[in-house]
């Protein structure tokens, strides 16, 4: 079959992809070989076949067949499943970035595991792969519609994958701190990782994978009529919205599956298409099963990678050396994508910002003045409220003008106004922040936790964590800090080629938040506390002082100031190049100078009260609505409203689990979630346009 198959390639590459073809095979081979002998007990070859002809009942056999084969087996389908699903996905939806780590299927399958792990453990040890399944199903069918569905772009729908995957992890999150006894032991599978598997996993999925690669290779004709386009496929008599459902149905089917055996992991499914692309192969009668092949070689050569660290790190998850891995390649691959392709329609990385549009005259003084109500009350009832004790407004203003009782004074001065003010300066700074950098790299669906920032000061922190778990503060904020910086500079350098492409900028901050991400969970699994590490990685304004706070306070009041007098140069950015360009504007210094404003602000916020997410999306839109595309006072809305975001996040943390306390960071993907549904609906106000 192979034979004819390679034959019916047309040109002279026939060597050439036979060599791919049997390179992939003999790749394969190596690979299982090397996992089946190396190890903290290593394995002659010799001996390897001598036990697998005839068994000789030692204790190594023993080791062999009941350890490592599952390992192996469990490598094969999963790597096999995963590469075949990124085929699917990204045939029906034409899109070469759709996977289903960036579509959010391995979120939300992980999410429904750890969700019925906590709540239906009595079913889910029965059907744990109905779990996966329905998790991941509901994860793509969120970001397909988010996205705009039909009318969706490569990158809005990597966005809207991203975003569905923040959200989710954020709900993830919320169920192990606050059922860290049941959730416990989920902490090395949500990394990625073979090593638990056994036959009996084995035998329950392997059928499965087997009938979703069947299928896959059964439609083969139909997955090559798409890559002509809908309307050439449709004039040849394809149904176009059947296809897509089944090709959409083998591909969840069979990542949810695999996230079941080994937990999700990235970039199997989005670099080996690609990969087989190169050899030469267009066909999907070989792309299929070739994908297959070396997708199940690629993840046993990633968890090969794993033993040398075994003595003394233990088993290492292998979804962070895919990650690791894979991060580079797919910066590669947007380079190679983007490089001479801009003019001829195929790939569109360009964005505008018209999200939020309003010509309409408002009452823009009435806003303030509600906006500077709410935060106003906030701020009060926030210093009134905490430690299971309530305050009066009498006691409260006695302790602020600094009369009545001394413990009285202590509490509000030194417990609960540093933790307000972190919140409200938080807040605030996280919101310009978005504001800047959606500017700046002219797409609304942009903010911090997008562009790498996030992940970068996360992985600061753990890093030390990991080292010195009592280090102070201090040395947690610098960290941090550092992390966020050097995140930003790794994707300022990727997007400098590129003149600072808008859609190559905000992909290069998803390679770096997924290798970032990626080291996270290795980090956390190592930390003598996965509950501090959890919880700061959820943002926390918890215990924060005026020496955690006074930073932030001061490079707020430096740094806002100057975003908001870059006013005119960032309505500007809003539109095409050609355009900012026309009226005189140096356009990759004004993108440069925003993003970077954008990003020291995030970068002392992460450092301060940890990862925060979504503020910098939300409220940057908010305020759009009310004031339309004016800078200015657009910058002063999102302020207000990025403020009230975290202050209200960690109120309600205080109160909605009293006496124990909810991050702000979950609080705010909690209260955000409806927010962020109605943003991004097709034909919303925000969702359909500037995308």
């Not at 900012?580 to 009260?609: D, K, M």
């Not at 409203?641 to 909605?656: C, Q, V, W």
């Amino acid at each position: 079959m192979i034979q004819a198959l390679i034959l019916s390639q047309k040109g002279n590459k026939g060597w050439k992809i036979a060599g791919g073809v049997v390179f992939s095979i003999l790749f394969l081979i190596l690979m299982m070989m090397i996992n089946l002998t190396q190890g903290q007990a290593q394995i002659g070859l010799t001996d390897l076949i001598n036990m697998v002809l005839y068994g000789d009942g030692t204790a190594i056999s023993h080791m062999v067949l009941v350890s490592r084969l599952p390992r192996v087996f469990a490598g094969l389908l999963c790597g096999a499943a995963l590469a075949v699903a990124g085929v699917l996905l990204q045939a029906v939806l034409r899109n070469p970035l759709a996977s289903a780590g960036t579509l959010g299927i391995n979120a939300g399958a992980y999410f429904a595991v750890v969700a019925g792990t906590v709540f239906f453990p009595a079913f889910i040890s029965r059907f744990p792969m109905a779990f996966a399944l329905i998790g991941g199903f509901a994860a793509v069918l969120m970001v397909y519609m988010l996205a705009g569905g039909r009318r969706s772009t490569p990158i809005r729908l990597v966005l809207a994958g991203m975003i569905v995957t923040l959200l989710l992890s954020s709900f993830t999150s919320v169920a192990q701190i606050l059922f860290l006894d049941d959730a416990r032991h989920l902490f090395a599978w949500g990394s990625g990782s073979l090593a638990q598997n056994n036959w009996d996993t084995i035998h329950s999925v392997w059928l499965w994978i087997a009938l979703g690669l069947a299928a896959a290779f059964m439609f083969a004709k139909r997955f090559n009529l798409m890559e002509l386009g809908e309307e050439t496929a449709a004039s040849l008599g394809q149904r176009i919205q059947t296809t897509k459902r089944l090709g959409m149905g083998i591909a969840v089917v069979l990542a949810t599956v695999s996230v079941s055996v080994s937990g999700p992991i990235g970039f199997i499914g989005l670099l080996v298409p690609h990969m087989v692309r190169l050899m030469g192969f267009r066909n999907h009668k070989i792309l299929i099963p070739l994908s297959a092949v070396l997708g199940s070689a690629l993840l046993l050569g990633a968890d090969a990678l794993t033993y040398p660290f075994q003595a003394a790190y233990g088993n290492l998850p292998v979804g962070a050396v895919t990650a690791a891995i894979g991060g580079p390649w797919l910066v590669w691959i947007i380079l190679r994508m983007t490089k001479g392709r801009s003019g001829n329609g195929r790939v569109n990385w360009a964005t505008t910002l018209s999200a939020g549009y309003t010509s309409r005259e408002r009452p823009f003084w009435l806003f303030y003045m509600l906006l500077g109500l709410l935060l106003l009350s906030l701020l009060i009832y926030g210093c009134m409220i905490g430690g299971g004790s309530m305050l009066s407004i009498k006691q409260l203003m006695l302790a602020v003008s600094g009369n009545g009782d001394d413990q009285l004074r202590h509490i509000v001065l030194n417990m609960r106004l540093p933790r307000i003010a972190a919140a409200l300066f938080g807040g605030a700074a996280l919101a310009a922040a978005g504001l800047l950098i959606q500017g700046a790299v002219r797409n609304p669906m942009a903010d911090p936790s997008v562009i790498g920032v996030t992940s970068g000061a996360g992985v600061g922190v753990l890093s030390v964590l990991a080292i010195w778990p009592y280090a102070s503060g201090a040395m947690l904020a610098v960290s941090a800090f550092a992390g966020a910086i050097g995140a930003a500079v790794i994707v300022f350098a990727i997007a400098w080629r590129s003149g600072f492409s808008p859609g190559l900028f905000i992909l290069a901050g998803i390679s770096v938040t997924a290798v970032g991400s990626a080291a996270i969970q290795f980090l956390v699994l190592k930390s003598s506390s996965h509950t501090a590490a959890l919880i700061w990685l959820a943002g926390s304004t918890y215990a924060r002082g005026w020496t955690d706070t006074t930073p932030l306070i001061i490079v707020s009041l430096l740094l806002m100031p100057l975003a908001w007098w870059l006013g005119r140069r960032v309505e500007l950015l809003a539109f095409d190049d050609a355009v900012s360009l026309g009226v005189g504007l140096h356009v990759q210094q004004a993108r440069l100078l925003s993003a970077g404003i954008g990003v020291a602000l995030a970068s002392v916020v992460v450092a301060t009260v940890g990862t925060v997410g979504f503020i910098g999306l939300l409220a940057p839109h908010a305020a759009r609505f009310i004031s339309g595309q004016q800078h200015r006072r657009t910058f002063i809305f999102a302020v207000l409203t990025g403020a009230i975001f975290l202050l209200a996040a960690d109120i309600s943390g205080r109160l909605i689990a009293s006496p124990k306390e909810i991050s702000s960071g979950l609080m705010v993907a909690l209260i955000g979630t409806p927010y962020l549904i109605y943003l991004l609906k097709p034909g919303g106000r925000g969702g359909g346009r500037g995308i």
